[in-house]
């Protein structure tokens, strides 16, 4: 199972950066997409990024926001958020591509869920 992290409270406007990474396993050549659930919703593709990092996806409501980058060298997956907003409050879930379709948004696509990491934006 996959495992994401670098959650915390933090105030409208600022930043944190996700972390995820593989617990005993490599991510392989598989892409790699984040997702979130809060109270209120179900839960929701944010980004993907392919295997060879060229190709990435984000969802149109953080889109100019968060960056997703990978590094895999240390068998990492990175989620930057900049500009936060209280509506991105939300527990946040990282997970490998059953397919090489990273842009493809659909839950059924991924698997690998692990626990989560809780993003609180709020002042």
Do not use: H
Not at 3 to 20: I, Y
Not at 96 to 110: A, C, L
């Amino acid at each position: 199972q996959l495992q994401a992290s670098g959650g915390g409270l933090v105030q409208p406007g600022g930043s944190l950066r996700l972390s995820c990474t593989a617990s005993g396993r490599t991510f392989g050549r598989a892409p790699v997409a984040w997702f979130r659930q809060s109270s209120e919703k179900e839960r929701e593709f944010v980004a993907a990024i392919s295997w060879s990092v060229a190709s990435t996806s984000y969802a149109d409501s953080v889109k100019g926001r968060f960056t997703i980058s990978r590094d895999n060298t240390k068998n990492t997956v990175y989620l930057q958020m900049n500009s936060l907003k209280p509506e991105d409050t939300a527990v946040y879930y990282c997970a490998v591509g059953v397919t090489g379709r990273y842009y493809d948004t659909r839950e059924n696509n991924w698997n690998g869920w692990g626990q989560g990491t809780l993003v609180t934006v709020s002042s």
